[in-house]
């Protein structure tokens, strides 16, 4: 098949089904019955991965997982009726893990809808294989740790396939003080090999990503799908406040040094910097004080900080802004405070070649605005933003019923995953032609 357009829109509404069925199928693979969590290097990241195979070579894929835990599937190019496992791969993906408490779509939906893809492009061959009849070939790859939600770090997965492994963080621990590099052991991978899930550039023609929104603005255009213009950069700190704990009753308040007091003016310092900057979104998701009991005036408060912009620049003078703040703050209550940065990622730009096909695959829809589809700038991250570094990368961002996220009602309707997929397909396609007339 070298064009979608006369294929009908049951096809998509069928594959739609299937995707849709497949994330409720995700969604009962969880850590904790009654929500849906599923981290890095878990028995329920082991399980997804295994059902992910399992659709991967329902749709003819050769399958592996690589040395980080992603998974992988690959259709071949087709060359004179033969496949051409040398000739470069166009990725398209995303992630299978989640945060605490999730939805079943961030991530979860594009990995579907590209094996979707897959199926509507391949090529039989005959004797059970198949191709694509595409200049080059495709690969899906389900990231395995985008949300970062067990050792803090994100984009773990994506960054050992973009070359971008970092050893310092295979001393990150979890919750339960079990190290990325004991995590990596239980898991059956080893360490050392951590390289190899490296892609080369020539390896690679690009990198597609479909995505819910996580944010309104489709909803409130009333469109089913957008191209991405980049994606945020974002920052993460674990920051420690240290005052004094003492008894509760019997501390006046000239005498108190609460940590907790100190935390809750920096969040509250957080909001206020990061409103006053254009296109700047900060975040205290965690906040915890010790020894935690009722009658201690904490001693000490940690504190999480999640800092995104749509420019680097822009967010690292917010970060400097808000340190002199904290200085202020603490030193107004006798506290101390330190910082230990646990995920920096640079703002990535979606290809002009990727937003352009990926808006001609929007088009090629014929849905509500896809004429002229809306260009949105991501402010949640994503895998692309580590596989920029060594491909180009595009985006389809698909609407987000009250762009709600990382939260148990996520939404996304069947009819527009329908229109995703054939927009990726057609997307797809594009890329192709293009390829070709070069
Ligand atoms: C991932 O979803 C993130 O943006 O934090
Ligand atoms: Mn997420
Ligand atoms: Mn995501």
Redesign the pocket.
């Given at each position: 098949m070298t064009t979608l357009a006369q294929a009908s829109p049951d096809l998509f509404a069928a594959a739609a089904r299937r995707v849709m069925a497949r994330c409720e199928e995700l969604a009962r693979v969880t850590a904790v019955p009654g929500t849906i969590e599923r981290v890095y290097l878990s028995t329920e990241h082991a399980r997804v991965n295994r059902l992910a195979a399992e659709w991967m070579r329902e749709v003819g894929m050769r399958t592996r997982q690589d040395v980080a835990g992603n998974q992988l599937g690959r259709l071949d190019r087709v060359v004179a009726g033969a496949p051409d496992p040398d000739a470069p791969v166009l990725l398209i993906g995303s992630h299978l893990d989640t945060?605490p408490d999730a939805g079943r779509f961030?991530?979860i939906v594009g990995v579907l809808m590209g094996l979707e893809v897959a199926r509507l492009l391949r090529t039989p061959l005959g004797d059970g294989r198949f191709g694509v009849s595409l200049p080059f070939g495709l690969e899906v790859v389900a990231f395995s740790d985008?949300?970062?939600t067990r050792f803090g770090k994100?984009l773990l997965g994506s960054s050992a396939v973009a070359g971008l492994w970092n050893d310092d963080w295979w001393a990150l621990t979890d919750a339960d003080g079990t190290s990325l590099r004991q995590a990596f052991l239980e898991f059956g991978l080893d360490p050392g090999r951590i390289g190899e899930a490296a892609r080369r550039p020539e390896q690679l023609v690009g990198y597609l990503e479909a995505h819910i929104e996580?944010g309104p603005e489709l909803d409130r255009r009333g469109e089913a799908l957008a191209v991405v213009s980049s994606i945020?950069s974002?920052r993460r700190f674990q920051i420690v406040v240290e005052g004094e704990a003492r008894h509760a009753g019997g501390t006046p308040y000239d005498m108190r040094r609460d940590a907790l007091l100190g935390a809750s003016e920096a969040a509250l310092a957080v909001e206020r910097l990061c409103r006053a900057e254009h296109h700047i979104i900060g975040t205290v998701g965690q906040l915890e004080a010790f020894p935690g009991a009722v009658n201690i005036v904490p001693g000490e408060a940690h504190f999480s900080l999640?800092l995104?912009g749509e420019f680097d620049g822009t967010r690292d003078a917010v970060w400097d802004d808000l340190s002199r703040e904290l200085d202020a703050i603490m030193g107004r209550r006798g506290l101390r405070w330190r910082s230990r940065e646990v995920h920096s990622a640079a703002a990535v730009m979606c290809a002009p070649l990727l937003q352009d096909v990926v808006r001609e695959g929007i088009a090629s829809t014929g849905t509500i605005g896809a004429d002229d589809p809306a260009v949105i700038f991501?402010?949640?991250?994503?895998d692309a933003m580590s596989i920029g570094a060594i491909t180009d990368v595009g985006m389809l961002f698909l609407r987000n019923p009250d762009g709600v996220?990382?939260h148990p009602d996520e939404a996304v309707s069947a009819a527009d995953v329908a229109l995703g997929i054939r927009a990726l397909a057609e997307s797809v396609l594009q890329l192709g032609a293009d390829h070709r007339a070069r």
């Open positions: 945060v961030d991530g985008e949300e970062g994100a996580q945020a974002a999640d995104r991501s402010r949640a991250g994503h996220s990382h």
